[in-house]
């Protein structure tokens, strides 16, 4: 392979997913539902596929997405978005996120990626041209040190990738603290990339604030979204990219050559999903399915004897290995899925140096009660 793959072999979800089925472990690792998503969108999608929805859609999504992502934006957020000028439709978030990079990366840019950071965003910066520099959240509170923010920023620096909720940790970044991100992105003139994919799943009275709301960010952030969290179909594929006009023609631009469209099928599927959600208690019933299922891991966690850290948005909870006597994340998520029979994720996976990791195991809570009873079972083992 080429010079810019090295560095970055198997993902570690692939990883942890094959060693999972090969110990028929109980996979709390890779983050996906095992429960099925919502009916409506199920046969939306048939009722789409047998209407003869299968050719391409246009390239930057059907109207009918397009226009259920604006107004959904506006209903939660309060701030109109533009269908036509203002959303892209893409291959998940995560081809919303290297569409965006294609799109505004000039060779040697620096990208400032926050850590732990989601896995694909290194890979991405560099595929696209540029050179990740890391700001670390500071455990175990996750806080940010904007002086360490403001310090890795150069003239160099392009943009920044912010994840909110955030993945692994569960922290949901506060208005106070986009707003410091906030002034550096206008003191630097930087664009911000702002991961919102958990926005749904949040919990304990926690708000969501999209940064592209903050004043003076709309016309410098693409906000990426990924239909797949927040209705249970992950494997759809059904991300977006929402962004002032100027932003979003360039990413059009990319995203045109990268997959020209996405499955138009589960594209009117995911329509129908949000205009249902328009007028339905769907988003309040899925944070609140979340916070039982959060709980319940919680206790299973705790009742193993693992001591775990807040979690107030995504699917995920970390918690505490550093009383188990193993050296790394990745020896004792190898030693739970081998031999405890509960697969997990070292959240080393999500450092630059992984040696500079806490000592704690990601366990993902999309899954059904009896899943989680059933790892519960396993687990009390390490108790
Ligand atoms: N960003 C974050 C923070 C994620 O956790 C994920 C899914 N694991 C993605 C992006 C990718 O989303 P998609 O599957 O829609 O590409
Ligand atoms: N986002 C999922 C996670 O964090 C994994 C997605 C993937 O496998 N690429 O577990």
Known sequence: GASRLSGFGESVFSE??????????????????????????KHAAATAINADLNQYAPSHGLPRLRRAIATTFEQSYGRAVDPDAEVTVTSGATEALLATLLAILEPGDEVILIEPFYDAYPAQVVF????PRYVPLQAPGWSLDLDALAAAISPRTRAIVLNTPHNPTGKVFSREELAGIAALCQEHDLIAISDEVYDRII??????????????????????????????????????????????????????????????????????????????????ELAAMYTRLRDQLHQALEG?????????????????????????????CRFLTTE???????????????????????FCFAKRPETIAAAAERLSALA
């Open 16 to 41: 942890m997913s094959r060693l999972a089925v090969e110990h028929e472990a109980i996979n709390l690792g890779q983050g996906f539902p095992d429960f099925p998503g919502p009916d409506l969108v």
């Open 128 to 131: 696209a041209g540029g050179v």
């Open 203 to 284: 919990f304990d009275g926690a708000v969501h604030v999209p940064l592209a709301t903050l004043p003076g960010m709309w016309e410098r952030t693409v906000t990426v979204n990924s239909t797949g969290k927040t209705f249970s179909m992950t494997g759809w594929k059904v991300g977006y990219a929402i962004a002032a006009s100027a932003l979003t023609r360039a990413i059009r631009t990319t995203h045109q050559f990268i997959t020209f469209a996405t499955a138009t099928p589960f594209q009117d599927a995911m329509a129908a999903a949000m205009e249902d959600a328009l007028t339905s208690n769907y988003y309040a």
């Open 304 to 332: 193993a004897g693992l001591p775990v850290l807040p979690c107030r948005g995504s699917y995920f909870l970390l918690a505490d290995i550093s009383g188990l006597g193993f050296d790394t994340d990745v020896a004792f």
């Open 340 to 362: 405890v029979g509960v697969a997990a994720i070292p959240p080393s996976a999500f450092y630059a140096d992984p040696a500079t990791a806490p000592l704690l195991a990601r």
